[in-house]
């Protein structure tokens, strides 16, 4: 990881401590039964921003609709000394995908679209080389068996041309499918891209415009945002990326990917009140989505056959375990930013762990899962488990690993 240097190092862990209760509100102490938690997380999140040099960090938990802890570490600018908190704003790029599982599942819902049925039903002008003689279908867009490329030519993940959602699906013309439908994940942020092109289509709006209304305001998500403007700049969290050897450089604040796949802004506190709403059966503002329609999105949408060790995905969301408990949620690294947002359904649990800092997520993500962990034992009112810290690699053990591979 980066190294930002001793003094910022020191400062990261001294802005932990304090950012918190200087930052005009913009945190949510712990409840009460969830003090202990707190007070095993906290000094856990500022050893793995240390040992990382992580410059920034908000995180929130939730217990069903409630906020039930939610803080910033570090810095969310470091140049300037701006502290992290839990209404700073990130990029939280493909989080953005499940926000596009639920438009469709909404059209769904009304009865406009048919999960099984051809996509060429919604986009009759979308027909990439398909030699498998089986069609894609919106099931298979969000559940990533399309078979369809990783990034459609226009609107790419490395594409700051900020083009249209019909441009990038456009361009998939251009290309093939490389898998047979439906017979294996491969993940595809081109395939979340006809997933939202659908929105648009039966919407007649734009993607970001369609997604604000129909999804971001009914969860009151006021801090998020398919649609950045000026003021990007002054709010936006400085994002950092990073080299193997040692070098960091600041992220550059321009717009990449295409709305659907990645396109999110959002804060710590927001996707908290994002995962509450589904926790409560889609209830949110008015109803979001009906009870039975969240629990398929958490279903496994296939096995996969081939074998690959890929991961399971239900409609939109990773599905997965943690600690022998079932999880639901996704992970995101874009544009110098990193993110992990989790639940555990069946707990009426979650935890979102946001970082400034591109490709860390194995630090966000055994955060997170160490806050549900934490957070569960308390609602089981059983002893708090011992977190393990990690360690640098002993000099004996480094020289013996030392070489390519």
Known sequence: MPKLGSCCALAVLLAGATACREDGGASVAPRTEYAAVVRTLEPFIRQEMADKDLPGLSIALVDGDDIVWAQGFGFANPADSTPATARTLYRVGSIAKLVTAIGVMQLVENGQVDLDAPIERYLPDFHPANSFGKPITLRELLSHRSGLVREPPVGSYFDSSRVAVSDAVESLNQTAVVLAPGSRVKYSDAGIAV????????????????????????????????????????????????????????????????PPASGLYSTATDLAGFMSVLLQGGQGRGRLLKPETVAQMWSVAATDSAGTGAPAFGLGFRVSTVDGTRTVGHSAAFGGHSTELVMMPDEKIGAVVITNEDAANAVT?????????????????????????????????????????
Do not use: C
């Not at 939202?196 to 970001?208: D, K, N, S, T």
């Not at 957070?375 to 070489?403: I, M, N, S, Y």
């Open 195 to 258: 997933a939202g092109r659908v929105i648009e289509q039966l919407r007649g709006q734009p993607f970001a415009v369609a997604a604000q209304g129909a999804v971001l305001d009914l969860m009151e998500l006021g801090h998020s945002t398919f649609s950045p403007d000026l003021s990007l700049d002054r709010s936006l969290a400085q994002g950092f990326l990073w080299t193997y050897d040692g070098r960091a450089m600041p992220a550059p604040k321009v717009v990449l990917g295409v």
């Open 365 to 405: 993500s055994r955060i997170a899962n160490a806050a549900l962990i934490l957070t569960r034992a308390t609602k089981h009112k059983q002893a708090l488990p011992a977190l393990t810290v990690t360690q640098a690699v002993k000099p004996e053990v480094a020289k013996r690993l030392d070489g390519t591979w």
